[in-house]
């Protein structure tokens, strides 16, 4: 049971390019979400999904989409990236009829 | 939304027990208050949780107020490894099933030799 994994784990990025975060988790968890945390600061949601096939806007959604296709994935895509997007993004999961969600260990993504 | 007030930072000797802070003071009825620490370059990790009654896990112990308006965190014997960013959570109003966690700055604990 490796609970949330995020694929990769650092990243480069030149300004304009793409890439897509991988969050993965393997029990079985009806919610995911995506956070960014910049220098200093707490965590800000992004995205987050209710289930497979659904996906929703957080609170700093603007310059990312999101994709959940299977149950057990939930996709973070950056289309043309920017300087701004530079942070640490972690990826969360929760149980159906809890409250605690369960973290990844993060990718830290640099644009250049 | 209820929103929650933690000094910035802390400091415990090894071995002792830490008592973290957090003042929630417009919390409404039905909201339980979390505690997660994120310990360094690491993701946010569960530690308790609690709506009106003092808790106890293998981790930590939670005492809420009569009046719900704060909550303190007790590690009772503080470790090294203890040292961490502490966050503490009001479950925000109106997030139904979404689950949408509120992190605000947290009190960064850190725990001397």
């Known amino acids: 049971n490796a609970g949330v994994t995020q694929t990769p784990k650092f990243r480069v990025l030149k300004t304009g390019q793409s890439m897509t975060l991988l969050c993965a988790q393997d029990?079985?968890?009806?919610?995911m979400y995506w956070y960014r945390q910049d220098p200093g600061m707490g965590l800000r949601l992004i995205h987050y999904?209710?289930?497979?096939?659904?996906?929703a806007k957080g609170e700093v959604p603007d310059g990312y989409n999101v994709s959940r296709l299977k149950k057990q994935n939930f996709l973070l895509g950056l289309e043309s990236a920017a300087p701004s997007q530079t942070s640490v993004y972690f990826c969360?999961?929760?149980?159906?009829?809890?409250?605690?969600?369960?973290f990844g260990p993060g990718t830290r993504l640099t644009v250049l | 939304d209820a929103k929650t007030t933690q000094p910035p930072s802390m400091d415990c000797a090894e071995g002792r027990a830490a008592n973290l802070p957090c003042n929630h003071s417009?919390?409404?009825?039905?909201?339980?208050v979390y505690w997660y620490r994120q310990i360094h370059s690491q993701g946010p990790q569960y530690i308790i949780h609690?709506?009106?009654n003092n808790e106890t896990n293998e981790m930590a112990s939670l005492i809420i107020t009569e009046d719900r308006k704060s909550s303190t965190l007790i590690l009772p014997h503080a470790t090294l490894r203890d040292t961490a960013v502490y966050y503490c959570?009001?479950?925000?109003?109106?997030?139904?099933?979404?689950?949408?966690?509120?992190f605000g700055q947290g009190t960064t604990l850190q725990v001397k030799p």
């Open positions: 999904s209710v289930g497979e096939g659904t996906t």
């Open positions: 609690g709506l009106k």
């Open positions: 029990m079985n968890h009806e919610y």
């Open positions: 417009t919390i409404s009825g039905n909201e339980y």
């Open positions: 969360a999961s929760r149980g159906h009829g809890t409250d605690t969600q369960y």
């Open positions: 959570i009001v479950y925000p109003p109106g997030s139904g099933n979404t689950g949408k966690l509120i």
